[in-house]
């Protein structure tokens, strides 16, 4: 499957929102377009209740110019976000993607199949119940997940710790809801909170790696989020490091990157874990904290443990960008003390691997996650589906 930029449709509309205010002939300026196809796009949009004409202002006495903005209030969507400790954040905003209301709802325990999609459908629910119908109800939603999603196809491979198996999760939501739900991994979504307020030539190729209780990777291509050829996102968790050499991993396989660069990959190592059992994800991050306190006080066997982190996970991002010669990379960690405490091993051994002409000013940026942004990337993979299909929702 080869790599698909956004449609000019929605490449119009994303224009339009990051300008906030924008003229047709502007616009054929920002996108590349012809005025024939802004005419035709914008006149569609239009019509169907996405964009609105707005008059502005002009100095002297000329005619006030007509520029196009979104219709933020159109329409409600739901943005939500399945985490690894179990807690669904559900979100609702309007088009722009500006939260109306957010809700957090513990579930109950691992659930799975029919289970699973029973009880995010009664978290979107309970969420709009919670507004006292102040609001629209959504008019589509986006959830994301910490598994294996073929998100095209709306099928959910794996959500550890179960076994994989093929579960069709969009289309029973879609049941329950009935309205449009798009499904995808969690780490495309932080891509895609991240690409929201950035046009698409300046993200360009660049891989967003999350780490977290795993491994994520979102990989984007003139700034749109590529999975793989069957559609699915790409597990770099699993890729092999010969610092897990002979780790079994969940995944079936062993000697996988996330045993050992990930927090709980870390934490299992951990000579004082091994023979208790991790037992959630507030444990692993209990554990990890206490793990970087032992590592602060210049403690030898915790300080490996960190460094062995960075430095796995620096070749193999190294590896990576040796082969796609990405535009740059961003790291996005869930605790700082990863930062801290792997980030110098990572650094040198990214730079030690990467190929000269690569090595010298590769961008590469670490931060830690800010967990409120994830919302916004299902609202904007909800946008993404809804608005680069036919027919186009209608909301005039
Ligand atoms: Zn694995």
Redesign the pocket.
């Known amino acids: 499957m080869s790599p698909q930029p956004f449609n000019s449709r929605f490449h119009v509309i994303n224009s339009v929102r990051r300008a906030g205010t924008i003229s047709r002939v502007e616009l054929v300026e920002t996108t590349g377009l012809s005025a024939g196809s802004i005419s035709n796009i914008t006149r569609e949009l239009v019509d169907h209740g996405i964009l609105q004409e707005v008059r502005e202002a002009t100095e002297g006495r000329g005619r006030p110019r007509m520029a196009l903005s979104i219709n933020a209030q159109a329409a409600t969507l739901a943005g939500m976000l399945l985490r690894p400790n179990g807690v669904v954040d559900v979100q609702i905003t309007n088009l722009l993607g500006e939260a109306l209301h957010t809700e957090h709802y513990p579930l109950a325990s691992a659930l799975e199949g029919e289970a699973l999609a029973d009880a995010l459908a009664d978290c979107l629910r309970r969420a709009v119940a919670a507004t006292n119908w102040n609001l629209a109800r959504p008019c589509a939603a986006g959830i994301g997940m910490f598994g294996t999603v073929a998100s095209a196809a709306g099928i959910l491979h794996w959500l550890p710790p179960g076994r994989p198996h093929p579960v069709p999760l969009q289309a029973m939501l879609e049941s329950r809801l009935a309205i449009p739900v798009f499904i995808d991994n969690d780490a495309n979504l932080i891509a895609r909170s991240e690409c929201w307020r950035v046009p698409e030539e300046a993200i360009g190729k660049r891989h967003f790696i999350q780490i977290g209780l795993g491994i994520g990777l979102s990989n984007t291509w003139e700034g749109t989020i590529q999975n793989g050829g069957r559609g699915i996102n790409p597990e770099f968790?699993?890729v092999k490091s010969s610092i897990a050499a002979g780790l079994d991993?969940?995944?079936?396989?062993t000697g996988?990157l996330?045993?050992v660069a990930s927090l709980w990959g870390i934490v299992s190592r951990d000579a004082d874990s091994v023979h208790e059992p991790v037992t959630g994800h507030a444990d692993i991050l209990g554990r990890f904290e206490a793990l970087a306190a032992r590592a602060r006080k210049g403690d030898g066997a915790a300080t490996a443990l960190f460094e062995q982190a960075g430095t796995a996970l620096g070749l193999a991002l190294a590896n990576m960008a040796n082969i796609s010669n990405p535009d740059g990379a961003t790291v996005i960690v869930e605790h700082e003390a990863w930062i801290e405490l792997s980030g110098p091993a990572f650094h040198a051994a990214l730079t030690a691997n990467l190929l000269p002409f690569l090595g010298a000013d590769f961008p590469v940026a670490v931060r830690c996650d800010d967990l409120e942004l994830h919302p916004l990337g299902a609202i904007a993979m909800v946008q993404e589906r809804l608005f680069q299909r036919d027919p186009l929702p209608d909301w005039s």
Do not use: D
């Not at 991993?249 to 396989?253: A, D, F, K, Q, T």
């Open positions: 968790g699993h991993c969940p995944c079936g396989g996988c996330c045993l």
